[in-house]
């Protein structure tokens, strides 16, 4: 499977915007998927997940502020994001997982005033 993220871009605190994970080659509803993030001089780390029954996991410093969510007519996942904050800026990944793992290239998001 191949992973197109889209999405990313410059938005002022406070702002929201939505990433999108498009899978080609393969049925993305039989994938584990997940956002990482990395900022700069930082780590990747993972940001939600959601698996195949739709269950998801949020990090705790993005809980009540981001929404994983997927879309099996579109074979894409999202993650969008609401009252961003300049923390938030980072170079965003979606990874899947089915035996496998596959990454993504990356959308950037700055959060600047």
């Known amino acids: 499977v191949q992973l197109q993220a889209s999405g990313g871009g410059l938005v002022q605190p406070g702002g929201s915007l939505r990433l999108s994970c498009t899978a080609s080659g393969s049925s993305f509803s039989d994938y584990f998927v997940a956002w990482y993030r990395q900022a700069p001089g930082n780590e990747r780390g993972l940001v939600a997940t959601?698996?195949?029954?739709?269950?998801?996991h949020y990090t705790d410093s993005v809980k009540g502020q981001f929404t994983i969510s997927r879309d099996g007519s579109k074979n894409t996942v999202y993650l969008q994001m609401t009252d961003l904050k300049p923390e938030d800026t980072a170079v965003y990944y979606c990874?899947?997982?089915?035996?496998?793992?596959?990454w993504g290239q990356g959308t950037q998001v700055t959060v600047s005033s």
């Open positions: 959601i698996n195949i029954r739709g269950d998801t």
């Open positions: 990874n899947a997982k089915r035996g496998w793992e596959y």
